[in-house]
């Protein structure tokens, strides 16, 4: 039977990686994913989770041992953070190329220096381009059932992917998650069969020196998988809403079917986005609210759906590309680039350093947006000038 | 688990579309594909080099190869090895200078191998068990052997060998060596045993021209040293020295030689100079260990392990080397022996220079 | 059968058509490596030579598979290996990390530490050829005193001393270090077979002429390396629990060291700076008196120290 339970984001994570049954996980301390993997090897020890836990000195050694358990065919998983997930950077582009179906958990933390431990996400952003999926998380209870949904699309496309919640608002802030039922988990998330295992008795080659005769077309096949991965993840998603009764898509609107003016977030902010349009449409305004969810692979077609014909869109971004825009902001304008007319579409830059979001900053941006006229390239808010 | 067969063969795979290339980057194939071989251009040959025991023995005995198949056991293979070229290994064992011992290329490193007396062991080996080398085709030619020296038993010895139908006439055989009337008769029951007829009596040697095809003597004096040929194109004429025995049952041999050819029709050629034989500068001393020479040997035991302290130098004793120390794989070990792969050997060398007798050599390729 | 030096298992898990340079020490190694394995093996191979000599992407050299990963991740994907094979019910299989001296005594020195401490229970083989061969001769800390390398010319060759990587090891008190060379292949072996038997993590160092890379003709790298364990520049050991020293071989004749150097062009400037070679000596010297001490510690005596001339 399934059960509710008050969970941290990160002990949801946690759950989750028992839930999907994981076999290895391989894990380095780092504020604030520690909570993550000390649950987990808790779990473990108690011996209700069949797994080995390798407690290995750095975070790219972490992703490395998920790599090499991975390549043996076992179901692997790992968590980090910011300065983890820097260090890890070369192995995420391994475990892509690979094609391995590792799993991570990505607590969104500001990079340093200066010092900072709490949520932005330059961290899971910077790694954009390595091949691996990207599912943004907005509550605890996301954080538990994308662990699930992560594996069930990762072990069919062949990619890595990662999921990525914001450190405390998340991580350490409680919330009831239901912790479903292990057979009927067991029956969306069948045991791992892999396909091109390293084991004894075959003996294969993996990952050798592959020559500009045959290099393109491997990363020809990845893009392929990640494009795959979008009609995986909207089949999976349905299954899983039939199954365990929660609705995910690879966005998620709210309000959005009359509104002229949307306001575009992801993660935790999203919640604070909410409960603002919420109070905005009570007042009256034509607001909407789209969350990002999935961000590798990026959801096109969702997102010309969903903003063609607004009036003007909002793109809120805890992170930033230094010499260029908040990077969904600068994604999601490249993807309405063909969309005609063109909607008018502005760049805040928000929250970084895990600076608050609140439900004034965003009615504030939501007014700035209805009265801009001019473009422009980047919009700071709540910056002391 | 059921293990897949799995076929390492050299195919290559074709990349023409996509879908000749697996989804993720694993191989398909195996690297048999590339023949590394038309990357060298030097190549390793075995080839069989003389030893200077051998050189320096008057009958050339392969001793060698003797020894290898006397450690390899098989040891009555050993001593029809011998009976090759030595009619008489145990006078040998008793008489001869042993010259190979002086040349042996293990006196340099420790002391020479007592080969008289592995010659003397693995021979007596063919005494006890009635061993006596392969005959050469029969020609159907008879040939007389007449006087009582060993140079004539020899040459009875070899005429045999050499095909022919040999009848010695010697009434007092091996006059003259001292030898006990037990050793006369042990070796000549051992001639008449193998097939030569032989007649206790003497005889002139023109005599017998008419009844014999060829007559070979030493009651006449020679005209060619080299050939023992005489005036008188059906007699050859040999003698003894008496300064080594091996020599002396040389001459027999060289003279039956003589007549061997005769008989066929051919030309009759001196013997050529052996080729050089290995030195001690080409022997990979650290294979080996030093041990202490056994100068008589009574048993197997004794004879194994002198026998095992031969270099066997530019002989093939199947030690192993350039089949273990081959990076590439392309030396394979068949039948105790070793099998180069050209279509994958690269010619790095190793094998060369590893070998510790010379018997592998480098070449240069064509082209 | 009849082989007289050696007693080798004749199968091979080594494939021809490899890629490896001629006379390349390094796939000696493994192919003896192999042969003392056996093919219930899974072997994890960062950047080095064997990322080359296994041929391209589509073709394999072994008979046992292979996982390429990144330079500075030999241990810790050869421990994922072992914790995926494990948790799949394959539980006997040996995983090997096979890496260079760069891969193992520079860039993968992080995760190797961390393997060892752990106590994986892997094998990490380092094929030792004393510099970046792969990338074309650079010098890592594995390169010896005096060596010239493209970043260590002749005119200020190598300055330190090699890293002493089994003494590293040693400090993690892992259960077995064994040093060995293919010039050896029955010291090699009957490690490798003895490795096999103990469960944790367990290291190879494994000194691999590199013609090439040595400026040496590729004939002479199995006498290269038979030259170093006689001139003790590479002594044939094993250390158990990271305590108990066993020297397996001592030359009973002294040999030169100029033997060993002058076989290789990459010392050919040292013979103008005989004071170098008086220091490599002295290096030489103090390892091996260590090395004594040590094993005098762990036996009680010296005279357990086999004293052949042909060694195997």
Same mark, same amino acid.
């Given at each position: 039977m399934s059960f509710k339970k008050v969970l941290t984001g990160n002990h949801a994570v946690s759950y989750g990686a028992t839930s999907a049954r994981v076999q290895v996980i391989s894990a380095y301390p780092i504020t604030p994913q520690t909570t993550i993997v000390e649950l987990l090897s808790e779990i473990v020890a108690e011996g209700k989770l069949d797994a080995i836990f390798v407690n290995v000195e750095s975070e790219h050694s972490a992703m490395s041992a998920c790599i090499g358990a991975s390549a043996a065919g076992a179901r692997a998983f790992t968590a980090t953070s910011a300065q983890g997930l820097a260090l890890m950077h070369e192995m995420l582009h391994w475990a892509a190329g690979a094609r391995l179906p590792i799993v991570m958990a990505n607590v969104n933390r500001a990079m340093a220096p200066p010092w900072s431990i709490w949520t932005e996400q330059n961290d899971s952003l910077s790694q954009r381009d390595t091949g691996w999926m990207q599912f943004y998380v907005e509550s605890n209870q996301e954080a538990y059932d994308y662990v699930i949904i992560a594996y069930k699309v990762a072990e069919q496309v062949l990619l890595p992917a990662m999921l990525v919640l914001d450190a405390f608002v998340l991580s350490h802030t409680s919330e009831p998650v239901e912790i479903y039922d292990q057979e009927k988990v067991d029956e969306f998330l069948p045991p791992y069969e892999p396909k091109f295992a390293i084991e004894p008795g075959k003996p294969i080659s993996y990952g050798a020196l592959s020559k500009p005769d045959t290099y393109m077309e491997f990363r020809y096949k990845m893009q392929k998988a990640m494009e795959k991965a979008v009609d995986v993840m909207e089949k999976e998603m349905n299954l899983f809403n039939e199954m365990f009764g929660r609705n995910y898509g690879l966005v998620e609107p709210y309000m959005m079917d009359d509104a002229d003016y949307v306001i575009v977030t992801s993660g935790a902010m999203t919640s604070t986005a909410r409960a603002a349009v919420h109070e905005m449409r009570e007042e009256g305004k034509k607001v909407g609210l789209l969350k990002m969810k999935t961000f590798r692979p990026f959801p096109f077609k969702k997102v010309r759906e969903m903003l063609k014909g607004r009036k003007k869109v909002a793109v809120l971004d805890r992170n930033i590309s230094f010499g260029h825009h908040g990077i969904f902001y600068e994604e999601i304008k490249s993807a309405m680039y063909p969309v005609e007319p063109k909607v008018p579409l502005y760049g805040y830059i928000l929250g970084l350093g895990g600076r608050d979001v609140t439900v004034k900053d965003i009615k504030e941006i939501y007014e700035d947006l209805v009265k801009r006229e001019e473009m422009e390239e980047i919009i700071w808010k709540g910056v002391k000038l | 688990m059921a293990k897949e067969p799995i076929e390492f063969t050299d195919k290559v795979v074709k990349v023409e579309s996509l879908n000749d290339l697996p989804e993720v980057p694993v191989s398909q194939r195996f690297t048999l594909v590339n023949k590394t071989g038309s990357w060298r251009n030097v190549r390793p040959v075995l080839e069989e080099q003389n030893a200077p025991c051998q050189n320096a023995c008057p009958l050339k005995v392969w001793v060698q190869s003797f020894i290898d198949l006397l450690t390899r056991g098989k040891p009555e293979e050993g001593a029809i090895e011998i009976l090759r070229n030595n009619p008489f290994p145990l006078l040998t064992r008793k008489l001869c200078k042993a010259k190979c011992e002086i040349a042996c290329n293990r006196k340099k490193y420790d002391a020479p191998v007592s080969i008289r007396e592995l010659e003397g062991f693995t021979g007596n080996i063919a005494y006890e068990k009635g061993l006596f080398p392969k005959r050469e085709e029969s020609l159907g030619k008879k040939v007389a052997v007449v006087g009582n020296s060993e140079t004539m038993m020899s040459a009875a010895y070899?005429?045999?060998?050499?095909?022919?139908?040999?009848?010695?006439?010697?009434?007092?055989?091996?006059?003259?060596?001292?030898?006990?009337?037990?050793?006369?008769?042990?070796?000549?029951?051992?001639?008449?045993?193998?097939?030569?007829?032989?007649?206790?009596?003497?005889?002139?040697?023109?005599?017998?021209?008419?009844?014999?095809?060829?007559?070979?003597?030493?009651?006449?004096?020679?005209?060619?040293?080299?050939?023992?040929?005489?005036?008188?194109?059906?007699?050859?004429?040999?003698?003894?020295?008496?300064?080594?025995?091996?020599?002396?049952? =040389?001459?027999?041999?060289?003279?039956?030689?003589?007549?061997?050819? =005769?008989?066929?029709?051919?030309?009759?050629?001196?013997?050529?100079?052996?080729?050089?034989?290995?030195?001690?500068?080409?022997?990979?001393?650290?294979?080996?260990?030093?041990?202490?020479?056994?100068?008589?040997?009574?048993?197997?035991?004794?004879?194994?392990?002198?026998?095992?302290? @031969?270099?066997?130098?530019?002989? @093939?004793?199947? @030690?192993?080397?350039? =089949?273990?120390?081959?990076?590439?794989?392309?030396?394979?070990?068949v039948d105790d022996f070793p099998v180069v792969d050209y279509d994958y050997c690269k010619g790095c060398g190793i094998c060369v220079n590893e070998c510790p007798r010379s018997v592998l050599i480098l070449v240069p390729e064509r082209g | 059968m009849i082989m007289r030096n050696w007693q080798v298992p004749l199968e091979e898990n080594l494939l021809e058509g490899h890629v490896a340079c001629q006379g390349c020490l390094g796939a000696l190694a493994m192919r003896l490596m192999l042969k003392g394995l056996g093919d219930n093996v899974a072997v994890a191979i960062p950047a080095c030579c064997w990322t080359i000599i296994s041929g391209d992407v589509l073709y394999h050299a072994l008979k046992v598979p292979v996982f390429h990963t990144a330079f500075e991740t030999a241990a810790i994907a050869a421990t994922g290996i072992k914790a995926g094979l494990t948790m799949r019910g394959k539980k006997d299989t040996t995983v090997l990390a096979w890496a260079g001296d760069g891969g193992t005594f520079d860039i993968g020195l992080q995760a190797i530490s961390g393997a060892a401490e752990r106590n994986e229970d892997i094998i990490y083989a380092v094929y030792d050829n004393e510099a970046y061969m792969n990338t074309g001769i650079q010098r890592s800390s594995a390169t010896p005193y005096g060596a010239w390398t493209t970043t260590t010319p002749a005119k200020r060759p190598e300055d330190k001393p090699k890293k002493d990587i089994i003494e590293i090891l040693a400090a993690h008190r892992v259960p077995y270090i064994a040093t060995v060379t293919p010039a050896y292949p029955e010291d090699f072996l009957r490690k490798v077979k003895k490795a096999k038997e103990i469960k944790g993590f367990r290291f190879f160092h494994i000194f691999s002429p590199c013609p090439p890379g040595w400026k040496m003709p590729s004939d002479y790298s199995v006498q290269a390396a038979r030259l170093a364990v006689q001139t003790k520049v590479f002594p044939l050991l094993e250390i158990e629990n990271g305590e108990k020293y066993t020297i397996n071989y001592e030359y009973p004749k002294e040999v030169p060291l100029e033997d060993y150097l002058k076989l290789q062009g990459r010392f050919k400037h040292l013979f103008k700076t005989p004071e170098k070679i008086e220091v490599i000596k002295e290096q030489i010297k103090k390892r091996w008196e260590y090395l004594v001490m040590r094993h005098k510690l762990t036996h009680g005596t010296t005279d357990n120290i086999v004293r052949k001339v042909f060694y195997k």
């Open positions: - | 070899f005429a045999y060998m050499y095909g022919m139908d040999v009848t010695l006439y010697a009434s007092k055989p091996f006059d003259g060596l001292g030898l006990s009337d037990d050793e006369v008769k042990r070796e000549v029951d051992r001639l008449k045993k193998w097939g030569i007829k032989v007649i206790e009596e003497d005889k002139d040697p023109d005599t017998l021209k008419s009844e014999f095809d060829a007559v070979i003597t030493d009651k006449k004096d020679v005209e060619n040293k080299l050939t023992f040929q005489t005036q008188d194109e059906k007699i050859f004429a040999a003698k003894p020295e008496r300064k080594d025995i091996s020599r002396d049952f =040389y001459f027999g041999k060289r003279a039956a030689k003589s007549v061997w050819q =005769y008989l066929k029709g051919e030309e009759i050629t001196k013997d050529a100079p052996p080729p050089r034989a290995v030195s001690f500068n080409n022997i990979v001393t650290d294979y080996f260990e030093p041990e202490d020479r056994i100068d008589t040997i009574n048993t197997m035991e004794e004879a194994i392990a002198e026998g095992n302290r @031969c270099f066997s130098c530019g002989h @093939c004793n199947s @030690c192993g080397n350039c =089949y273990v120390f081959c990076p590439d794989a392309a030396i394979s070990w | -």
